[in-house]
């Protein structure tokens, strides 16, 4: 493609960094960029054999303080769709998105496609933005595969029956999943539904499966927990006789981990999946289910069976 070429111009070509790779691996199929996991998932579900998708978050980073790799720059030239979440998540990269998306189309925010009603505001102060961590609630997740199957068939309109087909059966698997884990989640008795973690990534899970949620850090990581948060934290943990807290896979767990000790209470073994999924592949066997960690649904279910086995 013309435009990965000249994305491929100066600096970078010196360096030889990324773009002869992306252009040995092209294969005809148009190039789409994701940003985090969570949004790569939902392009590859909805674009199935048609697109090759690339995401530029690998499991385990963390979003809020994401910065930029230079091969990410020649990618986001090069993809002829760029999808990110929004909201703020992507913190240092939202701004550069957005001019991006000035100077050319083709890259669409998926929580665009949420209604702002649905929209959460944070506990705390996030610069007037929403809470970005929507992927909590499936419900409200399935919102954003209509932003997909639009972006995907403006690219390529040949394939715009084959991405409302496949965007159709993923919105049903969402449904399916919200009802499985609601399911599961009744095994917990209300007043112990209680969630502690690393940080405020689960209030859109709290309003969507009826848990009263507590992070030590705020909806961003940017900013470290204080002492009195600590403090504070761990009065409420005593107070309300929750046994076990959650650590976070893209956080540092160290901090959790000392308000565990410090409320003597025990941090779970199992770390949730907040702002990023596992690793693809990862498939794991639990409660005669078989799902793999590494895609939306497996990230879903993983942290509804760690939180119910966890608390009940
Ligand atoms: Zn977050």
Redesign the pocket.
């Known amino acids: 493609m013309k435009i990965g070429l000249a994305g491929c111009a100066g600096l970078l070509a010196l360096l030889g960094v990324g773009c002869q790779k992306q252009r040995e691996e092209s294969d005809g199929r148009p190039l789409v960029v994701a940003t985090v996991t969570m949004v790569h998932d939902l392009v590859k579900e909805v674009g199935g054999e048609r697109v090759r998708v690339e995401g530029l978050m690998g499991p385990g980073i963390?979003?809020?303080t994401y910065k930029p790799k230079i091969t990410d720059a020649a990618l986001l030239e090069e993809a002829a769709a760029v999808f990110y979440c929004g909201l703020h998540?992507e913190g240092k990269m939202q701004e550069s998105l957005e001019k991006l998306a000035e100077r050319r189309g083709g890259v669409h925010a998926v929580t665009g496609g949420i209604p702002e009603e649905m929209l959460l505001e944070p506990q705390e102060d996030f610069e007037g933005h929403y809470d970005?961590?929507v992927w909590g609630d499936p419900e409200l997740w399935k919102e954003t595969v209509k932003v997909v199957v639009q972006g995907l068939s403006e690219i390529d309109p040949e394939g715009a029956e084959y991405y409302e087909e496949r965007g159709s059966a993923y919105e049903k698997r969402l449904e399916e999943l919200k009802a499985w884990a609601l399911e599961r989640v009744a095994e917990v008795p209300e007043d112990q539904r209680l969630l502690v973690t690393s940080?405020?990534?689960f209030f859109y899970f709290g309003r969507g499966f009826g848990f009263e949620v507590r992070g030590l850090q705020g909806?961003?990581?940017v900013s470290e927990p204080g002492l009195k948060d600590r403090a504070e934290l761990v009065k409420f943990i005593g107070q309300r006789g929750i046994r076990t807290i959650f650590p976070?896979t893209?956080?540092n767990p160290k901090a959790i981990a000392a308000v565990a000790a410090e409320a003597g209470v025990r941090a779970s073994g199992e770390e949730l999946f907040?702002?990023a999924m596992g690793t693809p592949g990862d498939v794991v066997e639990l409660h005669g289910e078989r799902y793999d960690k590494g895609t939306y649904v497996g990230m879903v279910k993983h942290n509804v069976n760690s939180i119910v086995d966890g608390l009940k």
Do not use: N, Q, R
């Open positions: 963390d979003p809020h998540l970005p961590h940080h405020d990534a909806v961003s990581t976070e893209s956080v907040s702002d």
